[in-house]
């Protein structure tokens, strides 16, 4: 098609097709197995498939309140307050989204003006910045090494500045499987109260810890719940990413303002899949069996890659596992990513992607949300490359 009018003024600049979708691509293209792009290998259960029909056939079929189905939002609170003693209420401060990436772009917009700076540690999870830089706001990273065995309070401390607004912390983290302590809250907790900063806390790997860890969750202390939007996501509970449905607890001043902006991006969430996940989380062990399920996953593929001489730490949560190439090569992460998938068969994402800046790390991140066979012969496949 040609065209005489004037080439619009990218609004993201820096951004392109996320590695996600480029690695699933190449992978998909290759035939490879796709350690790359997190999301399950298998089903969600047939009776969570059984009530999203129930509520389909009885009718749910039209728009849900703009917050969400009520009964949702009860389970959701009931849920939050059996693990944190915190009460949100489900009808002022839990609203439904469309994802924790509605949830996380609703949040940021919600307390971000132009020029504010917000900080966030990366590595990223990859809808952070872009949805900070469209607000008009200026990401200060706190960047730490893959390892990520340590946040250093002091470090966040000298970012703050009287522009800092927000903070935004993700725990199981994505890529790297480090899981925040107690500890770690708490000196966030002192940091946002002493400088009043808003906090957005992406929580949707809450089910996945391993090791006998707990997740301390925003909301679980009281000084810190009161300034926090906590983002969650059924997608990587249930097994149901493609469902797209999430939830965002806040205290009520900032909900209201959170829903004036959800109102006019999505207006509501997908009606009967919000009542079937509502009765379904009414069992607890449905998500409370999570953690041991991908902690046999995990320990699955880390012995089946042991021997090839990679320095890997056992992730501490999350259904992503990083291995450090370093001692063996020090090939750029992107390069070498393509060349398994192309050459070996199997794909991975650079971490380097999870970076302002291009640092190069010598880190590979693998998927093990797969099925045991899967993960066996991704394995067999990550010893047949020459690294
Ligand atoms: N945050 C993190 C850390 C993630 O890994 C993901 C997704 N994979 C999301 C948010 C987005 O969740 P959803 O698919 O529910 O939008
Ligand atoms: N969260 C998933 C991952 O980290 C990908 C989600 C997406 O493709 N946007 O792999």
């Not at 940021?108 to 830089?133: K, L, M, Q, R, W």
Request: aromatic residues 12%.
């Amino acid at each position: 098609m040609s065209s005489v009018r004037a080439e619009i003024k990218s609004k993201l600049p820096k951004v392109g097709t996320t590695i996600f979708t480029t690695m699933s691509r190449l992978a998909e293209d290759h035939k490879a197995i796709n350690l790359a792009q997190g999301f399950p290998e298998f089903d969600c259960s047939p009776d969570l498939q059984k009530l999203v029909d129930k509520y389909t056939r009885l009718g749910k079929n039209q728009y849900a309140p703009m917050a969400g189905v009520l009964p949702l939002r009860e389970a959701i609170s009931e849920k939050v307050f059996n693990a944190t003693a915190t009460e949100y209420h489900p009808e002022t401060e839990i609203t439904i989204t469309s994802g924790a990436t509605e949830a996380l772009y609703v949040a940021i917009s919600t307390v971000v003006h132009p020029g504010d700076e917000v900080i966030v540690f990366e590595p990223a999870y990859d809808s952070y910045v872009p949805a900070i830089a469209l607000n008009g706001g200026v990401p200060v990273f706190v960047t730490l090494d893959p390892q990520y065995d340590k946040i250093d309070w002091e470090i966040v401390a000298s970012r703050i500045s009287e522009k800092t607004r927000a903070i935004v912390i993700n725990t199981p983290h994505n890529p790297t499987g480090k899981v925040w302590t107690l500890e770690d809250l708490q000196n966030l907790t002192a940091l946002a109260a002493g400088h009043d900063l808003i906090v957005i806390s992406d929580e949707v790997y809450e089910h996945i810890i391993f090791d006998g860890r707990v997740h301390v969750s925003a909301s679980s202390l009281p000084a810190l719940a009161e300034r926090t939007f906590v983002c969650g996501s059924f997608g990587k509970t249930f097994h149901t990413t493609g469902w797209k449905v999430g939830y965002c607890l806040a205290p009520k001043d900032l909900t209201a303002e959170f829903r004036k902006i959800h109102q006019y991006l999505v207006f509501s969430v997908v009606t009967p899949f919000q009542f079937a996940l509502a009765e379904y989380l009414n069992e607890p062990e449905h998500y409370l069996k999570l953690s041991a399920f991908y902690e046999t996953k995990r320990n699955l593929f880390v012995d089946a890659i042991k021997d090839v001489g990679l320095v890997i730490k056992a992730s501490e949560g999350s259904f992503f596992q990083n291995v450090f190439y370093g001692n063996l090569s020090n090939e750029n992460d992107f390069t070498l990513a393509k060349r398994l998938t192309i050459e070996a068969g199997v794909a991975s994402i650079p971490v380097s992607s999870f970076y302002d800046k291009v640092v190069d790390y010598n880190v590979l991140r693998f998927c093990f949300a797969k099925n045991d066979d899967t993960l066996l012969r991704g394995a067999e496949l990550i010893h047949k490359i020459i690294w």
